[in-house]
């Protein structure tokens, strides 16, 4: 499953940052950090090279980074009497990868100090995608456990019952990262600010 921030040609971007904060729960989530290299000796050029190398999200647009995520559960149905089943438990296991763009060549001062405020901006805003996946994964573990089907001896209808309540689940995901993404990338939004400081200084 994936969550990409995209903007036409050269305006796509993605942002990262620890899931630190979250509440603790009998699980957490891994975090990895993958870079693509970037070159340019100004904002404008390393902008380019973005828009060159980021990664693809779809046939021809490229975004500046990329959350991915890979979700698997360990999930117990029991058996009831009467002939009803049970799932009495769920645990999950979720890697969230964040792809960042990193410069391959040591910066000026001045451009180092302006791609610094660039990528920190942009961890932060990936920071709610992370965020808001979690919470995804909490929400599917909340309606799992206890979800039980009558007459269901084989545990096929509690199942089923399942797939439908998580495709609900993962709509609204992917709507709140999108409505998320369409804020900050509007005209005078955190990401579109941190553009223009990388490319402009200011």
């Known amino acids: 499953m994936k969550s990409s921030i995209r903007l036409h040609w050269l305006v ?4 990262l940052a ?3 904060a979250l509440a603790q729960t009998t699980w957490q989530p891994i975090e990895q950090i993958q870079t693509y ?3 340019g000796d100004s904002g404008i050029d390393l902008y380019a090279s973005i828009g060159q190398r980021g990664p693809k999200v779809g046939r021809e647009v490229r975004a500046i980074a990329h959350t991915n995520f890979k979700l698997t559960w360990t999930r117990k149905y029991e058996p009831q009497p009467g002939g009803a089943c049970t799932l009495v438990s769920a645990k999950p296991k979720l890697i969230i990868t964040y792809l960042l763009p990193r410069p391959a060549s040591p910066l000026s001062p001045d451009l180092k100090r302006k791609w610094d405020i660039f990528i920190t901006g942009v961890r932060k805003h990936e ?3 992370g965020v808001i996946i979690v919470d995804m994964v909490r929400e599917i573990e909340r309606v799992s456990v206890g ?3 009558a007459n269901d001896p084989k545990c096929s209808k509690v199942r089923a019952d399942l797939q439908a309540k998580l495709g609900e689940i993962s709509k609204a995901q992917r709507k709140r990262s999108s409505d998320f993404d369409r804020m900050e990338m509007s ?4 990401v579109h600010q941190l553009i223009l400081n990388l490319v402009n200084g200011r």
């Open 127 to 129: 920071q709610v995608h």
């Open 18 to 20: 620890p899931l630190s």
């Open 37 to 39: 290299p970037i070159t």
């Open 187 to 190: 005209e005078g939004g955190n």
């Open 147 to 149: 979800l039980s089907a």
């Open 12 to 15: 796509g971007y993605l942002v």
